[in-house]
């Protein structure tokens, strides 16, 4: 399998820190290389008198945030280091203290008869701070239940707030569509009313139907006489009105004589 360059990397470095001479030797390297830059005019980082005022401000902020870190990091290590247990060495034993050997009594069963006077009963005091009974980490189960309770009660307020608030929303979406249709229907009025011609306007509500409609056929009928129009020869020259198609005709005379006559 091929080695990437970064594997390639990592193992030379490796090897470099592993040999004292070899790093002692990179690192002076680097220090000359450095010190040709500086007296080159080459930053790395440019100091603070080359920078604006806003940027130098900008990183003083960067400072001040990566100095708070740090003494984070080191609280932390600090506190981390004194819940630390002592090593065994730090405690100092107590004094042995001889005990008496019990004193075996002559028994027919032999040395094998385990003695009948009583042990030294060990103490309960643990013999260091970190020794001792734990305290369970699990709530019992009094407080348990009166916690979910709790939960539960306000998970069914907050539930039951919410669905009142849907609803009122829900509520409020109706009235406002409602409002907005009647609202288009109000504007759709006032379009038709102002798109009327003044013939319509002015004519009554109630007529009767029979003796228009006998003044309308007498006047197509007088129009599309040969000697008032003409036809237009075209194949495309029609037009259909009411399902009915017929050939398109133009006027020979004005409107004002044909109505005088």
Same mark, same amino acid.
């Given at each position: 399998m $091929?080695?990437?360059?970064?594997?390639?990397?990592a193992?030379? +470095?490796?090897r470099?820190?592993?040999?004292?001479?070899?790093?002692e030797? !990179?690192?002076?390297?680097r220090?000359?290389?450095?010190? &040709?830059r500086?007296?080159? #005019? &080459?930053?790395d980082?440019?100091?603070?008198?080359? =920078?604006?005022?806003s940027?130098?401000?900008?990183?003083?902020?960067?400072w001040r945030l990566?100095q708070r870190?740090?003494?984070?990091?080191? /609280?932390q290590?600090?506190?981390?280091?004194?819940l %630390?247990?002592l090593?065994e060495d730090s405690f100092?034993?107590?004094?042995?203290?001889?005990r008496?050997e019990?004193? &075996?009594?002559?028994s027919?069963l032999?040395?094998?008869?385990?003695?009948?006077?009583p042990?030294?009963?060990?103490?309960?005091? $643990?013999?260091?701070?970190? *020794? #001792?009974?734990?305290?369970?980490?699990t709530?019992?189960?009094?407080?348990?239940?009166?916690?979910?309770?709790n939960?539960?009660?306000?998970?069914?307020?907050?539930?039951?707030?919410l669905?009142e608030e849907i *609803?009122e929303?829900?509520?409020q979406?109706?009235r406002e569509?409602?409002?907005?249709?009647a609202?288009r229907?109000?504007v759709?009025?006032l379009? /038709?009313?102002?798109h009327?011609?003044?013939?319509?306007?002015?004519?009554?509500?109630?007529?009767?139907?029979g003796?228009? !409609?006998?003044?309308?056929?007498s006047?197509?009928?007088?129009?599309t !006489?040969?000697?008032?129009? +003409?036809?237009?020869?075209?194949k495309?020259? %029609?037009?259909?009105?009411?399902?009915?198609?017929?050939? /398109?005709?133009?006027?020979t005379?004005s =409107?004002r004589?044909?109505?005088? *006559?």
């Open positions: $091929p080695v990437s360059n970064k594997e390639r990397g193992r030379f +470095r490796a470099i820190r592993a040999d004292p001479a070899a790093r030797e !990179r690192l002076a390297k220090r000359d290389r450095y010190k &040709q500086t007296q080159a #005019g &080459q930053h980082h440019p100091s603070v008198t080359e =920078l604006t005022a940027a130098v401000e900008k990183k003083r902020e960067q990566n870190r740090r003494r984070e990091r080191k /609280r290590v600090e506190a981390v280091m004194n %630390t247990p090593s100092e034993e107590p004094p042995q203290v001889a008496p019990p004193s &075996q009594p002559s027919p032999g040395p094998s008869q385990p003695s009948s006077l042990r030294p009963s060990v103490s309960a005091q $643990p013999s260091s701070p970190w *020794e #001792g009974p734990l305290s369970s980490s709530p019992d189960k009094a407080s348990c239940g009166s916690k979910n309770k939960s539960s009660h306000r998970s069914e307020n907050r539930t039951r707030k669905r *609803e929303l829900r509520k979406l109706l569509k409602r409002r907005a249709d609202f229907k109000k759709q009025r379009n /038709r009313e102002k009327k011609t003044v013939n319509e306007k002015n004519r009554p509500k109630v007529f009767r139907k003796p228009e !409609r006998r003044r309308r056929r006047v197509i009928e007088f129009l !006489r040969d000697e008032n129009s +003409r036809l237009l020869p075209g495309k020259g %029609t037009v259909t009105k009411n399902k009915v198609k017929g050939q /398109r005709r133009v006027l005379k =409107l004589e044909l109505h005088s *006559e």
